[in-house]
């Protein structure tokens, strides 16, 4: 167990419609951050925020967006869902976000399945 | 992108015997990472090599780094049916100052007993 939890676990829902996927960070970590698992893209880095700020993005869509929680719980959201987002979402945690060094360390995963 | 291609995508052995998975990359580096993903689960970090690193142990995991041939490998010893999963290879390339993982494509491994 990383310390990391998401929910949901699984979720299934239709084109077009919105979800939104939570995080708990490990205790004590600052930085979040969101990857996307599929089948064609491999995994794939979206965003991070540290201490409530957004600090680097990735192939992040303009139909999803994040944000990070003064509580430093952090929610993706995903709209207009298209049957390619069908994917396993993974979020990570470390202690800092700029050492080079940190480890990630990632949840469960959401597995979003868009019918 | 990714920056990292891992090979073999697949690589199946017996118990007991070695498994050797590498991973090549494009850019210049901080540090390398070496995470294991069990089937549809989360990814668990296995060890961290720097860029002016050239070889890390951690327990029956050996990390070699070749930065001249933006290449690594990682030697699993006397493997065990347990470590079948997928290992992915992750590079730093942080350039901001805020570190960003970019993942290889990884390498299936099957133990069989």
């Known amino acids: 167990d990383s310390g990391v939890t998401q929910t949901p676990k699984h979720l299934i829902t239709a084109t077009g419609q919105r979800v939104t996927l939570r995080c708990s960070p490990r205790s004590g970590d600052l930085s979040v951050y969101w990857y996307q698992q599929s089948l064609d893209q491999g995994l794939q880095f979206l965003i991070q925020y540290y201490n409530g700020e957004e600090r680097a993005k990735g192939n992040i869509l303009e139909r999803f967006s994040a944000q990070q929680f003064p509580d430093l719980h952090s929610e993706l959201n995903l709209s207009s869902l298209e049957l390619g987002d069908s994917a396993l979402y993974f979020c990570?945690?470390?202690?800092?976000?700029?050492?080079?060094?940190?480890?990630?360390?990632f949840g469960p995963g959401t597995r979003l399945t868009v019918l | 992108s990714q920056q990292g291609e891992e090979d073999p995508q697949a690589l199946s052995i017996q118990e007991g015997e070695n498994a050797t998975m590498n991973c090549s990359y494009k850019t210049s580096i901080n540090n390398l990472q070496w995470y294991r993903q069990n089937s549809g689960r989360g990814l668990v970090h296995l060890i961290l090599i720097r860029s002016n690193e050239r070889e890390k142990h951690s327990g029956r995991l050996r990390v070699t780094l070749d930065t001249s041939k933006k290449s690594s490998s990682l030697l699993i010893t006397a493997s065990r049916a347990a470590d079948t999963a997928s290992y992915f290879c992750a590079t730093d390339t942080m350039n901001t100052g805020f570190q960003k993982l970019v993942f290889g494509t990884g390498t299936r491994l099957l133990v069989s007993p």
């Open positions: 990570a945690s470390s202690p800092r976000g700029g050492d080079p060094t940190d480890t990630q360390y």
